[in-house]
């Protein structure tokens, strides 16, 4: 519930006020709202900036509030910070353009910075009463029983990303581009959710859409093995040009990136396989020689070339340096 709405003119009298309970504690959060906010025009920082509804609490008292520039004309809804309503925003609004509509309604000679006082509150009760019959209406809205048929406990199932299109080939004869076309899009979509680079993703996916265009695909799961099948030789391809798996670390400074990277170093190791650790963090004092006691405590070899280079050029060779010593798996570490 509202404890007070009121308008205020551009010279701070208060043209119109109504009250349903008195300030908490005795203090005027409209004021502060003035003082502290408008006047030191911080009214963007609490997003009452550029016409919109702005927020500011001192922790018992929460009010609302929406600027008409061309009226000149703050309004104002008080209410206690813990109730959450959300038929205020439109109210405020509602109210700014009914008591502005009315103001500009009036012979000029009839301004007198006061006007209209209680002659406002009738049509403000109308908007009130009709903002709490809305808000009530969607409650109970939201609070319907679903019939059975909208039951969630008897939708279908999702099945997988590219499941329900795939679906749609089978026993279609040869795939064609253009029937592969939104499988294609659906897998691009799962692959860049799983945060794989946009780029990246189209090259895989085009690598699987050059298998499977003209494959004859009599089942569901001869298409989902033949699907499988070609991500896994995409995946493959680093392997077989004997090229080293690359993994970069980045953050910002203080998260951990060395100390994860030689965790992640180990269990390469662990698993056989060669990896080599490359210091491109070039900035911060000591972040060579911390990656040097992570190798030599694995004993797995590092690459770097001291502080001050470029730290993509240094990638780069350590990325030849790698295939040309055989390690598969190359770990790179970065500055914040």
Not at 247 to 252: N, S
Request: charged share 20%; proline share 4%.
């Amino acid at each position: 519930m509202l404890d007070r709405v009121c308008v205020v003119g551009s010279s701070g009298v208060v043209r119109w006020s109504k009250e349903w309970a008195p300030a908490d504690g005795g203090g005027d959060i409209v004021g502060e709202l003035i003082c502290r906010v408008l006047l030191e025009e911080r009214a963007a920082a609490y997003g009452g900036g550029g016409g919109g509804v702005g927020l500011y609490s001192d922790g018992k008292a929460t009010v609302r509030w929406v600027v008409l520039n061309e009226a000149n004309l703050l309004v104002a809804a008080v209410h206690q910070a813990s109730l959450v309503l959300p038929y205020v925003e439109a109210l405020l609004r509602e109210t700014a353009g009914a008591f502005a509509a009315r103001q500009q309604a009036l012979p000029p000679e009839a301004h007198d910075g006061l006007f209209p006082c209680d002659a406002f509150s009738p049509a403000f009760d109308a908007l009130v009463a009709a903002a709490e019959e809305r808000a009530a209406g969607e409650k109970r809205a939201a609070r319907k029983q679903r019939t059975f048929a909208e039951s969630k406990k008897h939708e279908a199932a999702p099945r997988g990303v590219a499941a329900c299109t795939l679906s749609k080939l089978v026993g279609g004869g040869p795939v064609t581009a253009e029937a592969m076309a939104p499988v294609l899009k659906a897998l691009l979509d799962r692959l860049v959710e799983k945060n794989v680079a946009q780029e990246v993703g189209a090259k895989v996916i085009d690598a699987v859409g050059a298998s499977l265009v003209g494959a004859s695909l009599p089942t569901f799961g001869s298409l989902a093995s033949t699907v499988k099948a070609a991500m896994a030789e995409a995946f493959g391809r680093a392997r077989g040009g004997k090229r080293p798996y690359v993994v970069v670390f980045v953050g910002v400074n203080g998260v951990g990136k060395s100390t994860s990277l030689s965790k992640v170093a180990y269990y390469i190791k662990s698993n056989g396989f060669v990896p080599l650790l490359c210091a491109c963090d070039t900035f911060r004092s000591g972040a060579v020689e911390q990656l040097r006691v992570h190798a030599q405590a694995l004993d797995v070899p590092l690459f770097q070339k001291g502080y001050g280079n470029d730290a993509a050029q240094i990638a780069a060779d350590g990325i030849a340096h790698a295939q040309a010593m055989g390690a598969t798996r190359r770990l790179v570490d970065t500055a914040g």
